[in-house]
T-cell receptor, first 112, second 115 residues
Framework: GNSVTQMEGPVTLSEEAFLTINCTYTATGYPSLFWYVQYPGEGLQLLLKATKADDKGSNKGFEATYRKETTSFHLEKGSVQVSDSAVYFCALKVNSNYQLIWGAGTKLIIKP | KAGVTQTPRYLIKTRGQQVTLSCSPISGHRSVSWYQQTPGQGLQFLFEYFSETQRNKGNFPGRFSGRQFSNSRSEMNVSTLELGDSALYLC??????????????FGPGTRLTVL
């Protein structure tokens, strides 16, 4: 079946540190991959996406590359800020399934 | 474009009652999906609607139901509420819902508390 595995949190970093949140997936066919972010008390915001192998999604300094050979879509940012503190969700979608398949989420805490 | 809107934002109900949540999708989006988010179970898919038809349903009891109107607005209903139904209910809209590339955009959610 289709599934997403994310690294467990919380991840605690100091401001300006380098961030990596690991995400691996199992899927039939050719999924699209997504990162969503959820700030406290809010809904989910699309952070970035990639729809085919070797695509790189990027937004607000965050990047993730769709690696088919390692079935991964790791989220990275070169220099995190306190305002990046949130929960990050990796998700995939396959054709004609009509739903996102979610990872468990990774809570990120950035300390000043 | 206005985003996905959900009403109400907060609800407090007691066990045994029923509740209806509403979702208005982004203009032009015809697919609406619903998810339940809880600390223990994470994000779980409830159902998806397109052109007033439910195309997919998650593994939830029949107490959870939904519908979509001709203007793509959607409602979900939970009958005979249980304490375990306390959750954040998220609605997402997308253009079509079918292709893997179709991106879902989420509303702010409705926080349901069952006492």
């Amino acid at each position: 079946g289709n599934s997403v595995t994310q690294m467990e949190g919380p991840v605690t970093l100091s401001e300006e540190a380098f961030l990596t949140i690991n995400c691996t997936y199992t899927a039939t066919g050719y999924p699209s991959l997504f990162w969503y972010v959820q700030y406290p008390g809010e809904g989910l915001q699309l952070l970035l996406k990639a729809t085919k192998a070797d695509d790189k999604g990027s937004n607000k300094g965050f990047e993730a590359t769709y690696r088919k050979e390692t079935t991964s879509f790791h989220l990275e940012k070169g220099s995190v800020q306190v305002s990046d503190s949130a929960v990050y969700f990796c998700a995939l979608k396959v054709n004609s399934n009509y739903q996102l398949i979610w990872g468990a989420g990774t809570k990120l805490i950035i300390k000043p | 474009k206005a985003g996905v809107t959900q009403t109400p934002r907060y609800l407090i109900k007691t066990r045994g009652q029923q509740v209806t949540l509403s979702c208005s999708p982004i203009s032009g989006h015809r697919s609406v999906s619903w998810y339940q988010q809880t600390p223990g179970q994470g994000l779980q898919f409830l159902f998806e609607y397109f052109s007033e038809t439910q195309r997919n349903k998650g593994n939830f009891p029949g107490r959870f139901s939904g519908r979509q109107f001709s203007n793509s607005r959607s409602e979900m209903n939970v009958s005979t509420l249980e304490l375990g139904d306390s959750a954040l209910y998220l609605c997402a809209s997308s253009l079509d819902g079918g292709p893997a590339t179709d991106t879902q955009y989420f509303g702010p959610g409705t926080r349901l508390t069952v006492l």
